[in-house]
Nanobody, 122 residues
């Protein structure tokens, strides 16, 4: 089994910062692209940022210059550093990873974390 466990969400004032973490565990052979998505109430789930195994990054226009995605391949962990947070950043943030696992044969699949709430409010 493969699991993604997120941490780091919470309540922060506008202009503040938060750092999200997502650790993958289980019978992992290789992790390809990892990313963060978010879903606000009544809206669809949208990509926030993604990072390939080689370190190439992609960001939604709304977070460029404020958010930074990074990963530690040795720890199978992806991070999202969020600065200059705005009320419109309020959402449930989900970790996503494209993983090749051994269960017991090699199988490549998309995995999701359980989500962590980020609330930006004064």
């Amino acid at each position: 089994q493969v699991q993604l466990v997120e941490s780091g969400g919470g309540l922060v004032q506008p202009g503040g910062s938060l750092r999200l973490s997502c650790a993958a565990s289980g019978n992992i052979f290789r992790i390809y692209t990892m990313g963060w998505y978010r879903q606000a109430p009544g809206k669809q789930r949208d990509l926030v940022a993604s990072i390939t195994s080689g370190g190439s990054t992609n960001y939604a226009d709304s977070v460029k210059g404020r958010f930074t995605i990074s990963r530690d391949n040795a720890k199978n962990t992806v991070y999202l550093q969020m600065n200059s947070l705005k009320p419109e950043d309020t959402a449930v943030y989900y970790c996503n990873a494209d993983i090749l696992s051994e269960i017991p044969v090699l199988l490549r699949s998309d995995y999701w974390g359980q989500g962590t709430q980020v609330t930006v409010s004064s």
